[in-house]
């Protein structure tokens, strides 16, 4: 078709007015950013490291949906005061509820056999059922919103596979799936078009507040122990360049342990600005993107990770600190000290050089842009959750520094008896 830009049935009336596509919208937008604060603060807690590793992949693209929505809706004659209201209190216990999941199973089956399949059948009722061309900038968002839950969904069902061959199902994870079902029911569905009951649902687990892990947790019956030391890989190469560049594999394998910090900042970090938790959803996304760097690299040359001693530092000697220093030690102590030290470019060109392995020269490469924008991200937002000037910050983040790095030694130190 070439007539109207190539817009298919562009006579037909949509079921949407400006304004309820605004309400219908808004609904969409608080699900997204629901989504990525329950994951958020789920993710220290969990255990599988598949589903740590998409977990941290889509509540990126959760926030990637909600920064778009939010930019939207102001669009259609709405005040850009409600994007930091709740539009129902029903999605809002829906939420209270999930952050309370227990196990890596009921996180699972509820975000991917029935949260997202629940968004994905609306957004495309939404997709099929509004005016194709005066509301061409919401079809865009959702096309992308869909897609992105496709992908997840189906990533989901094989992951649910996997959890579900491990050990026999409690019982308790379709238990919370039928409690959330019965809220989104109440609710009216993801849009708020369905039948809704008068009766307001009653809490389940949400009727304590959740409490954020205080220490990271690793599946045990497929991963080594947590440590607050790095182990290395087990027979280390005789190599003194092969041996340096297996450690500096392990270590990059290891930055999960900064998504779970960054995970820990975002969830308790409350009165944000969006484009805060925006830049912080990135920030764990890029961290997770390291830790693959660094399992591709050692799987790639025939190294066994998963089993070796899991390196927990970052999130577990900080997780009982503010946020505001837990961030400040991170992305001004350790990412901004690295552009000051040049550490990550004499890595890159270290790994180009000496050790000559295209792949982890690569991986250092982006793992070197990365944390440009990291540091960036430090001095962006550190000093607006301390409410102090930067060079304060970077003061804070130095004595941060020296508890870190006191607690790390003692730990490598009783490694070595």
């Given at each position: 078709?070439?007539?109207?830009?190539g817009?298919?049935?562009?006579?037909?009336?949509?079921?949407?007015?400006?304004?309820?596509?605004?309400?219908?919208l808004?609904r969409?937008r608080?699900?997204h950013e629901?989504?990525?604060?329950?994951?958020?603060?789920?993710?220290?807690?969990?255990?599988?490291?598949?589903?740590?590793?998409?977990?941290?992949?889509?509540?990126?693209?959760?926030?990637?949906?909600a920064?778009?929505?939010h930019?939207?809706i102001?669009?259609?004659?709405?005040?850009?005061?409600?994007?930091?209201?709740?539009?129902?209190?029903?999605?809002?216990?829906?939420?209270?509820?999930?952050?309370?999941?227990?196990?890596?199973l009921?996180?699972a089956?509820?975000?991917?056999?029935?949260?997202?399949?629940a968004?994905?059948?609306a957004?495309?009722h939404h997709?099929?059922h509004?005016?194709?061309?005066?509301?061409?900038?919401?079809?865009?968002?959702?096309?992308?919103?869909?897609?992105?839950?496709?992908?997840?969904i189906e990533w989901?069902?094989a992951?649910?596979?996997?959890?579900?061959?491990q050990?026999?199902?409690s019982?308790e994870?379709?238990?919370?799936?039928s409690?959330?079902?019965?809220?989104?029911q109440?609710?009216?569905?993801?849009?708020?078009d369905?039948?809704?009951?008068?009766?307001?649902?009653?809490?389940?687990?949400?009727?304590?507040?959740?409490?954020?892990?205080?220490?990271s947790?690793r599946?045990?019956?497929?991963?080594?122990?947590?440590?607050?030391?790095?182990?290395?890989v087990?027979n280390?190469?005789?190599?003194?360049?092969l041996?340096e560049?297996v450690?500096?594999?392990?270590v990059?394998?290891?930055?999960m342990?900064a998504?779970?910090?960054?995970a820990g900042?975002?969830?308790?970090?409350?009165?944000?600005?969006?484009?805060?938790?925006?830049?912080?959803?990135r920030?764990?996304?890029?961290?997770?993107?390291h830790?693959?760097?660094?399992q591709?690299?050692?799987?790639e040359d025939g190294?066994?990770?998963?089993?070796?001693p899991?390196?927990?530092?970052?999130?577990?000697?900080?997780?009982?600190?503010?946020p505001?220093?837990?961030?400040?030690?991170?992305s001004?102590?350790?990412?901004e000290?690295?552009?000051?030290?040049?550490?990550?470019?004499?890595?890159?060109?270290?790994c180009?050089?000496?050790?000559?392995?295209?792949?982890?020269?690569?991986?250092q490469?982006?793992d070197?842009?990365?944390?440009?924008?990291?540091?960036?991200?430090?001095?962006?937002?550190?000093?607006?959750?301390?409410?102090e000037p930067?060079?304060?910050?970077?003061?804070?983040?130095q004595k941060?520094l020296?508890?870190f790095?006191?607690?790390?030694?003692?730990?490598?130190?009783?490694?070595?008896?």
């Amino acid at each position: 078709m070439i007539k109207f830009a190539g817009i298919a049935d562009p006579y037909r009336v949509g079921v949407y007015s400006v304004e309820r596509n605004a309400a219908v919208l808004q609904r969409y937008r608080y699900l997204h950013e629901g989504l990525l604060r329950a994951a958020a603060g789920q993710l220290p807690g969990r255990g599988d490291w598949n589903l740590r590793m998409g977990m941290c992949k889509h509540l990126y693209e959760d926030a990637e949906a909600a920064d778009l929505l939010h930019k939207r809706i102001p669009e259609l004659r709405t005040s850009s005061a409600v994007l930091v209201k709740d539009p129902d209190p029903r999605l809002t216990l829906l939420m209270e509820e999930l952050v309370h999941a227990q196990t890596d199973l009921e996180w699972a089956s509820a975000v991917y056999e029935v949260i997202k399949p629940a968004m994905l059948e609306a957004f495309r009722h939404h997709l099929a059922h509004t005016q194709q061309i005066v509301d061409q900038p919401t079809i865009r968002i959702l096309r992308q919103a869909a897609a992105d839950l496709e992908d997840q969904i189906e990533w989901g069902a094989a992951l649910l596979v996997d959890l579900r061959t491990q050990g026999e199902p409690s019982g308790e994870e379709q238990e919370l799936c039928s409690v959330l079902r019965l809220l989104l029911q109440a609710a009216g569905g993801v849009a708020g078009d369905l039948p809704r009951s008068a009766e307001v649902p009653r809490r389940w687990r949400s009727g304590k507040p959740y409490a954020i892990p205080s220490r990271s947790r690793r599946d045990p019956n497929r991963m080594g122990p947590t440590t607050l030391a790095r182990t290395g890989v087990e027979n280390p190469p005789a190599d003194p360049v092969l041996r340096e560049l297996v450690f500096k594999m392990r270590v990059r394998q290891e930055e999960m342990t900064a998504c779970d910090l960054i995970a820990g900042v975002l969830y308790s970090q409350q009165h944000m600005p969006w484009s805060f938790y925006h830049d912080l959803a990135r920030h764990i996304w890029d961290e997770a993107r390291h830790a693959m760097f660094g399992q591709a690299a050692l799987e790639e040359d025939g190294y066994e990770w998963m089993t070796r001693p899991q390196y927990t530092s970052d999130y577990d000697v900080n997780a009982e600190k503010i946020p505001a220093a837990q961030y400040a030690w991170l992305s001004i102590g350790i990412e901004e000290g690295a552009m000051v030290s040049l550490g990550k470019k004499k890595e890159f060109e270290w790994c180009r050089d000496e050790a000559k392995h295209p792949l982890m020269t690569q991986f250092q490469d982006y793992d070197w842009a990365d944390e440009v924008v990291h540091a960036n991200l430090g001095r962006k937002w550190a000093p607006d959750l301390m409410g102090e000037p930067i060079g304060f910050v970077r003061e804070i983040a130095q004595k941060e520094l020296d508890h870190f790095w006191a607690e790390v030694r003692k730990a490598e130190q009783q490694q070595a008896k």
